[in-house]
């Protein structure tokens, strides 16, 4: 596939691997699949890897960070600084996300792909914020796919240094607005089914979100020729990039973890630019805002968690690293059929 002038080459998922991952959950001594998603995290990372032997001992969470124009219009209860001040926490060990991935063990990248002022994160700035999608596309194609390209980067880079597994979070004021009308487009739902009051928003201004992200989808779509044009009338910065960080874990067969809400509109946009990349998506948890589930539905992933979680940040993603951890030392050491003598459970249809 070709994003910003540049060919990439994604291969299929090893099933060979996938069933002799399985197999091998299935001469572990417990009854078939008792397990449940614990094993099927690992069979799928195994197909990913091409490789029976899951480890996750270098985990990452990548969060991209950017503003959106879309404030303008009243549809959040946060000012635009929130972005900056939130997202430069993340570099002290005090931001929620930073907390988590130290209790973790995972490393934290935090990346300014478009955050309205300068900061010291790593800087990949696209521009300072998006335009307002109430009166303008909020990207332009260009813009959209350069940003893809810093999510497809960083895995690279990621994969490179040895990374197992990348889970994805982002920060922006106003993208519970940008996701919704991303999500509402892409599976045709009722814009006002899809829409939640995001960081706290009141009743008034809800209503508002809901008639700015319905205009936004009647003035544009009826010229969108594919889901990137979609990306960039409707999108931020910050979901185009996580994109290219799903497209990026199918072309460096890297996991990649879905967080929230604006991390599942970012894998439902990657999957309808590169389907190829569905099969290198993992579910982490189900986000209290009310799109959440229909995503991960058309997405056809279910999630271990339901901890009614609605932060971002990938908050919810690197909730799941300890659950994978445990996963595989019970398929690392656990005792098999064989070992303790006992004939292998056998499901009863
Ligand atoms: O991940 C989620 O499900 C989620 C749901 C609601 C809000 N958020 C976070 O809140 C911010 C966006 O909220 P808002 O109201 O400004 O659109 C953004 O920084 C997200 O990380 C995240
Ligand atoms: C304080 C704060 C922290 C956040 N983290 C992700 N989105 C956020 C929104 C706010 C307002």
């Known amino acids: 596939m070709k994003i910003n002038n540049k060919e990439y080459k994604i291969t299929s998922v090893d099933k060979k691997a996938e069933a002799l991952c399985q197999k091998r959950w299935d001469s572990i001594a417990k009854p078939l699949h008792s397990l449940g998603k614990m094993e099927d995290y690992l069979v799928q990372t195994a197909g990913i890897i091409g490789d029976v032997n899951v480890k996750f001992d270098k985990k990452a969470l990548i969060v991209m960070c950017a503003d959106n124009g879309?404030?303008?219009?009243?549809?959040?209860?946060?000012?635009?600084?929130?972005?900056?001040?939130v997202s430069e926490n993340f570099l002290s060990d005090k931001a929620?996300?930073?907390?988590?991935?130290?209790?973790?063990?995972?490393?934290?990248?935090?990346?300014?792909?478009?955050?309205?002022?300068?900061?010291?994160?790593?800087?990949?700035?696209?521009?300072?914020?998006?335009?307002?999608?109430?009166?303008?596309?909020?990207?332009?194609?260009?813009?959209?796919?350069?940003?893809?390209?810093?999510?497809?980067?960083?895995?690279?880079?990621?994969?490179?240094?040895?990374y197992k597994i990348i889970a994805t979070g982002e920060m922006g004021i106003g993208n519970t607005t940008t996701s919704s009308a991303l999500a509402s487009y892409f599976l045709n739902e009722d814009v006002e089914k899809m829409t939640g009051r995001g960081a706290g928003l009141t009743s008034k201004a809800l209503e508002k979100k809901?008639?700015?992200?319905?205009?936004?989808?009647?003035?544009?779509?009826?010229?969108?020729?594919?889901?990137?044009?979609?990306?960039?009338?409707?999108?931020?910065?910050?979901?185009?990039?996580?994109?290219?960080?799903f497209i990026?874990?199918?072309?460096?067969h890297i996991p990649i973890v879905m967080d929230g809400f604006i991390s599942t509109t970012?894998?439902?946009?990657a999957t309808r630019i590169c389907p190829e990349c569905a099969d290198y998506i993992m579910a982490s948890h189900v986000s209290k805002e009310p799109a959440a589930e229909k995503i991960l539905a058309a997405l056809g992933k279910e999630a271990a968690l339901y901890c009614d979680m609605c932060l971002g940040e990938g908050t919810g993603a690197v909730t799941l690293f300890p659950i994978l951890d445990l996963a595989v030392e019970i398929y690392e050491q656990m005792s098999t059929f064989e070992d303790i003598d006992i004939e292998a459970y056998v499901e009863l249809k």
């Not at 879309?70 to 001040?85: F, R, W, Y």
């Open 248 to 252: 990026g874990g199918a072309i460096y």
């Open 266 to 269: 970012a894998a439902l946009t």
């Open 96 to 162: 929620t996300a930073a907390i988590l991935c130290r209790q973790t063990g995972a490393e934290i990248f935090p990346i300014d792909i478009g955050i309205a002022v300068d900061t010291k994160l790593e800087n990949h700035k696209i521009a300072y914020g998006t335009r307002n999608m109430a009166k303008e596309p909020a990207m332009t194609r260009e813009e959209a796919e350069r940003a893809m390209e810093v999510g497809i980067q960083k895995v690279a880079e990621l994969a490179g240094k040895s």
């Open 70 to 85: 879309v404030v303008a219009e009243g549809v959040t209860q946060s000012e635009q600084n929130v972005t900056a001040i």
């Open 210 to 245: 809901i008639a700015v992200v319905r205009k936004a989808i009647e003035d544009y779509s009826p010229s969108f020729t594919d889901a990137v044009d979609a990306l960039a009338a409707l999108g931020g910065f910050d979901i185009a990039g996580l994109a290219g960080v």
